[in-house]
Structures are given as C-alpha cells and as structure tokens.
Nanobody, 116 residues
Framework: QVQLVESGGGLVQAGGSLRLSCAAS????????MGWYRQAAGKQREMVAT???SGADSVKGRFTISRENAKNAVYLQMNSLKPEDTGVYFC??????????????WGQGTQVTVSS
C-alpha cells in the first residue's frame, strides 16, 4: 500500500508565499511522476505542475516544483500568490508496479487560502 502525505497549506495574504511538501511511503519500487493538482470550490480538479510537464500557464513564473528522489518527496514553492490560487491542493504520484505498469495515487489534499 502506498500513501501520499501532504503538508504546508494554510492561509496567506495575496503576494505571499507557501511551500507544499508531499512524501510517499509504503511499497515503492520507483516513482515515474510526481506532481500537484488543485481543486477550487465548485470547479474541476486541474493540474498545477508535475515533474513531467511545464506546469499550468496560470502558475508559470510563480510556482516551482521540485523533487527529492531519496525521500520520495515532491515540493511546490508558491510565490506571488493570488486569491484565484485558493483551493485544495493534491499531491499525485505514478508509481511503477512492473514493466509498463504504473498506478496513480493521490494524497488527501491540503487547503490553500489566499486572501485579498
């Protein structure tokens, strides 16, 4: 069983910064992809950034994703936050389960609220 545990969410004023962390634990052979998605109230979940993509246009130049392989961890540094960045942020990972087989896992989510 694999678990993803996020931390670092909270309340911040517009223009401020937050750093989200996510660590994967459990039966892990290798991790293909790690990343972050978010879901605002009443909206669909959307990709923020992954280790395989360049990130959403709305966060380019403000958010930076990084990965620490030795800790099976991924981080999201969020700068110049805007009220529209408010939402629940979910950690995501694709974990290898055999040749050509990856399973997707999600964290429980961490709330980010940006006040104007």
């Amino acid at each position: 069983q694999v678990q993803l545990v996020e931390s670092g969410g909270g309340l911040v004023q517009a223009g401020g910064s937050l750093r989200l962390s996510c660590a994967a634990s459990g039966s892990i052979s290798s991790i293909s992809v790690m990343g972050w998605y978010r879901q605002a109230a009443g909206k669909q979940r959307e990709m923020v950034a992954t280790t395989r993509s360049s990130g959403a246009d709305s966060v380019k130049g403000r958010f930076t994703i990084s990965r620490e392989n030795a800790k099976n961890a991924v981080y999201l540094q969020m700068n110049s936050l805007k009220p529209e960045d408010t939402g629940v942020y979910f950690c995501y990972a694709e974990i290898n389960a055999g040749p050509g087989i990856d399973y997707a896992y999600w964290g429980q989510g961490t709330q980010v609220t940006v006040s104007s």
